[in-house]
């Protein structure tokens, strides 16, 4: 009989994946997923301890536990990712219900450690880091192409140490890929059904450097051959790397997608040197600029911490000029939170959490402004669109409302949600649009999301990058 594995997953894009490969590592020991963790023979939660909250969220999902455990003796607790890269040992102290800790480079030995637990009902934990990155545990995982766009890390760790910063840390020293295997596993998804791929690593600019690979700007050339494939995108590039080659292959990829996420975290010099950052706010504007005559249309997102040890009234007036400045398509804005390691909890004075949470809303609101400009902007044109699936409030709402038209939801190579209709009247318009390239032509702007109605012929929006597949 199958056994149920419920997982839960927190934090960024790589414990996305690495939860994906987890659940398939499962798969030979007879795990099915379930959605319902009441009828979980294992539970599974990958971790995160970037902000205090992140690791708050773990520890209350982990107690509600309890009470199953004591409901099923047999339970399997697992906890993995970087909280318990962190905590280790800790955490099978406090917590008596857990039998499980591993850390992020455990995966590849999860299924013995699972067996061993359910054989002998013991309790493990394993945060070595000393494990190559390409398990075979790992690389035998069946992959399944539930989604149109789909995560592929390419390296791991970071050797960056901002002082504000728990990754390197708890994800090690940075280790790259080989890129062949990157290869394949992107053509396997491909083969599934996948049109997009995002590229994921903590600073993709030193791809391959350490290890003598190629560089990844080299990869994603490679990647752009890859027949069938539609879309690349990757994240995070530190500002201090980003270099002319990459700035160059936004305007020579086509497959490269018109979107780059640079984090800035301060707009104030002194802010960005006690950060260990390692650029100012001068050189970031000129990189900027420069990917701005490379690829005119790119759209540029960001990260900010407001809050950072020291951060004065004038820092922070500083951080808001920049994003002024920069005009931003979209942002992610944090409290600094104080991490475990890092240098900067011995950073002094302390922002008070009131005025950080000030300056928190200051950003959303100035953002806010910047971001509905934009997109009232986009009011008027046909743009393309990598469909995803039906749009999530159709989802919840079509079985009441069947006589509204079906509405479908995908992205812009400049990363826009756009929700979009095909009515009757389109002769375009085919059973399923999912994993196709449209064209939609945009009808209203809202915060965070624009709305249209799909377009009968392709080439009126040929011009744009990223929109080949329509035609193939
Ligand atoms: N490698 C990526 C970022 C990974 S962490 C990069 O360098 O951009 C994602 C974001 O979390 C960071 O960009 C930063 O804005 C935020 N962050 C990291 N540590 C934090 C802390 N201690 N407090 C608040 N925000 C933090
Ligand atoms: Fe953290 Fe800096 Fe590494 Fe990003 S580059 S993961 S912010 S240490
Ligand atoms: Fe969180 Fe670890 Fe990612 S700390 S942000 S899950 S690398």
Known sequence: MSKRVYIN????????????????SLIPL???????????????????????????????????????????????????????????????????????VFGTRALGRLPLAIEKIAKQRCRIVDVDMSSSLEDEALQSHVLKADTVS??????????????????PHVRGREISRDPALIIKEI????????????????????????????????????????????????????????????INAFGSLEKLCNHLHLPIQSGSNRILKRMNRKYTREAYLTKVAELRVA?????????????????TLADFEDTLS?????????????????????????????VPEKDKNTRLQQVLDVQKTITEEIHAARVGQTM???????????????SERIDTPLQWSGRTTCNKIVNFIADGS????????????????????????????????????????????YAA
């Open 150 to 167: 789909k995560f592929v890390t390419i390296m791991r760790g970071c050797d960056n140490f901002c002082a504000y910063c728990v990754v």
């Open 30 to 100: 007879g795990y099915e997923t379930t959605p319902s963790v009441e009828s979980a023979d294992l539970i599974i939660t990958n971790t995160c301890t970037i902000r205090e909250k992140a690791e708050q969220k773990a520890f209350s999902f982990l107690g509600r536990l309890a009470k199953l455990k004591r409901k099923n003796k047999d339970l399997i607790i697992a906890v993995g990712g970087c909280v318990a890269q962190q905590q280790g040992q800790t955490i099978l102290k406090r917590m008596s219900h857990v039998d499980l």
């Open 322 to 350: 920049l994003i002024r400045q920069m005009r931003y398509d979209s942002l992610f804005v944090f409290n600094y939170s104080d991490r475990p390691l890092v240098p900067s909890r011995k950073f002094t004075p302390k």
């Open 384 to 398: 393309p669109v990598l469909v995803e699936g039906h749009s999530k409030r159709q989802k919840m709402e079509y």
């Open 295 to 311: 690829c005119p249309e790119i759209s540029i997102t960001t990260d900010i911490i407001v809050g950072f040890p020291g951060e």
């Open 187 to 246: 053509e396997q998804l491909v083969n599934e059904g996948v049109r997009e791929v995002t590229l994921l690593g903590q600073n993709v600019n030193s791809y391959g450097k350490k290890e003598g690979l190629c560089t990844f700007v080299e990869l994603l050339s490679r990647i752009n051959t890859i027949e069938g494939l539609s879309r690349i995108r990757f994240t995070t590039s530190h500002p201090k790397d980003l270099s002319g080659e990459l």
């Open 426 to 469: 389109t002769k375009a318009a085919p059973a399923d649009f999912t994993g196709e390239t449209v064209c939609v032509s945009i009808e209203r702007a809202l915060s965070h999301s624009l709305w249209g109605k799909l377009k009968e012929k392709a080439s009126d929006c040929s011009a744009l990058k990223g929109d080949r597949s």
């Open 9 to 24: 997953t927190i934090g960024c894009q790589m414990n996305v994946y690495d939860s994906e490969r987890i659940v398939n």
